[in-house]
C-alpha cells in the first residue's frame, strides 16, 4: 500500500483526489464483476445438458453500475473512457 502526505493538500486538492479514487473504484469494481459474471455463467453451464444455444455475431459487454452494450452502433461514453484509461475491452465480455 502507498503511503500519501494527505495533510500538505487543500480542501480542493483532497475532493479531487476523492473524485479521482472513487472513479477508480467504480471502473475496478465493474472489471471484477463482469469477471465474476463471466466465471458464474461458465460454471452454470458445466454439467447442464441444454441444447445448444444459437449463436450471436455480437458479444454483450458489461460496465460500471450494470451498464451494458451489444456491440452494435457506436461505444458508449463509459466504454470510450474504460478504453482510454487503459482498460482492455476483453475483460467486460460477458
Known amino acids: 500500500m502507498h503511503s500519501f502526505n494527505f495533510a500538505s493538500l487543500s480542501l480542493d486538492e483532497l475532493k479531487e483526489v476523492k473524485l479521482d479514487l472513487d472513479k477508480h473504484i467504480a471502473d475496478q469494481v465493474a472489471v471484477k464483476r463482469a469477471a465474476l459474471l463471466k466465471e458464474l455463467r461458465e460454471l452454470e453451464e458445466i454439467g447442464t445438458k441444454s441444447e445448444p444455444r444459437a449463436k450471436t455475431s455480437h458479444k454483450t459487454y458489461i460496465g460500471p453500475n ?27 465480455i460477458i
Open 66 to 92: 450494470g451498464k451494458t452494450w451489444k456491440g452494435r452502433g457506436p461505444k458508449p461514453a463509459w466504454l470510450r473512457e474504460f478504453e482510454e484509461k487503459g482498460g482492455n475491452l476483453a475483460e467486460l
